[in-house]
């Protein structure tokens, strides 16, 4: 709490302000591209807020539900400074209370938030919620299985063996206290090929089409995820936006990939293809199948692994041949993720770290821009899907599922495909 009176209703003037905030070169946040495509905006009265475009753009609205918009009070921004972040005010059903940092932060019911349920009770139904922060992934599994703490989101192979059968279920021991929450999750898990490499392998089409043929996603998933996930055998787009299934990708057809392996030595000369897979410790179970895989059509591979700072460092500027990687949504429209093989947001002036170009796909980009209807937008993403599953500048391995173990004591907490948390209608009961 601050000032005199701490306690206002939100008017657009809010909004305006946050805006510039975010803008400002002084508070250099990291979310600033969000306003990229905003010619202006403005606050004309207490309940309208104008936002003008530089051009089309349909996904905006999307852009608009990230965090990085969400609204703040000018006069709590001034009276705390720099501590602002330690001290946020907001219009949320919680509170800010205590934060011990990478200890222990504690929200409280906000006693004046403005929803109510379906019959007429205020919201939120919890009177506080701690969020505690563990040194690794394993810890943290080990306070959830002792009932220390409620509910935990992801799955690690540090645990997925013990909480889940390899058909994803859960363990038996584990049925009567917990239960497990999935639904897809707005992320593809990847092998991106640096397009601007020198190396013949990389500039291959043919080798590159070899190595998506060339490993058994289906089993992949099964053996090394337990199940969760959804072997990436359409496009780039993953389940859950408009575009998914809309084409066949790459299925394990190892003859196939052997052939183009072939096509690869007669066009080359070079008989003994090799290729190096960059990645980081987290990933190296994938990878290393990947590499056994592909050994058996002829393609040797070495892993190279780096720590995750290091490996989007050389990602980023093209230091790696070949790169593990992953894309979750910023926001929930397959643009997000065509933007990434749009030539004119090669790294570091956007996420097209392959270096990928073609002009086909690129006019196609531009087209879908101006499109409103969601239909027709969907079939020029189906047919930019198709060109990157044609020209293979990656390799999609699995789209991610978004994975939630909670305590059987609590109620009402949902799951969604950007995995947010939303904690309004949850209960626990005594």
Request: hydrophobic share 35%.
């Amino acid at each position: 709490m601050f000032g005199e009176d701490s306690t206002r209703t939100v008017v657009a003037s809010d909004f305006e302000y946050s805006f510039n905030r975010l803008l400002d070169p002084d508070v250099a946040s990291p979310g600033s591209w969000v306003l990229q495509n905003v010619d202006y905006f403005k606050a004309t009265t207490d309940t309208t807020f104008v936002i003008q475009l530089k051009q089309p753009f349909p996904a905006f609205l999307g852009l608009l539900s990230m965090r990085y918009c969400s609204v703040v009070p000018k006069e709590a921004v001034d009276f705390y400074g720099n501590t602002f972040r330690r001290n946020p005010v907001g219009t949320g059903p919680f509170q800010f209370k205590l934060w011990e940092e990478n200890v222990k932060l504690v929200l409280r019911r906000n006693p004046l938030y403005f929803e109510r349920d379906e019959e007429g009770m205020q919201l939120p139904y919890l009177e506080a919620v701690a969020i505690t922060f563990l040194p690794d992934k394993q810890s943290e599994f080990l306070q959830f299985a002792q009932g220390k703490i409620d509910f935990i989101s992801g799955l690690d192979n540090s645990y997925k063996d013990e909480i889940l059968t390899s058909k994803g279920l859960l363990q038996e021991k584990y049925k009567d206290r917990a239960k497990l929450l999935t639904c897809p999750y707005l992320n593809t898990e990847y092998l991106g090929f640096f397009m601007g490499a020198e190396t013949p392998e990389i500039k291959s089409k043919a080798l590159r089409q070899a190595v998506n043929f060339g490993f058994d996603r289906r089993k992949m998933v099964t053996y090394l995820r337990n199940g969760m996930g959804i072997p990436a055998e359409h496009g780039f787009i993953p389940k859950g936006l408009p575009g998914f299934d809309a084409i066949d990708g790459y299925s394990y057809q190892p003859e196939k990939a052997r052939e183009l392996v072939n096509t690869y030595i007669s066009e080359t000369g070079d008989t003994e293809p090799e290729i190096v897979i960059g990645t980081n410790s987290q990933y190296l179970d994938i990878c290393e199948y990947v590499q056994r895989e592909l050994e058996k059509i002829g393609v040797s591979v070495t892993i190279d692994v780096v720590p995750p700072s290091t490996l989007r460092q050389m990602k980023s500027t093209g230091e790696l041949d070949i790169f593990r990687a992953s894309w979750v949504a910023d926001y929930p429209d397959a643009e997000n993720y065509l933007s990434l093989f749009y030539s004119p947001n090669f790294t570091p002036n956007g996420p097209n770290y392959t270096h990928f170009k073609n002009e086909a796909l690129d006019s196609l980009y531009n087209s879908a821009l101006s499109v409103t209807d969601i239909s027709e937008r969907k079939l020029l993403y189906t047919q930019m899907d198709s060109l990157i599953v044609e020209e293979a500048p990656v390799v999609p391995l699995f789209y991610d599922m978004a994975i939630r173990f909670v305590n059987k004591d609590v109620t009402g907490l949902g799951i969604n495909p950007q995995n947010f948390l939303f904690l309004k209608r949850v209960k626990k009961s005594p």
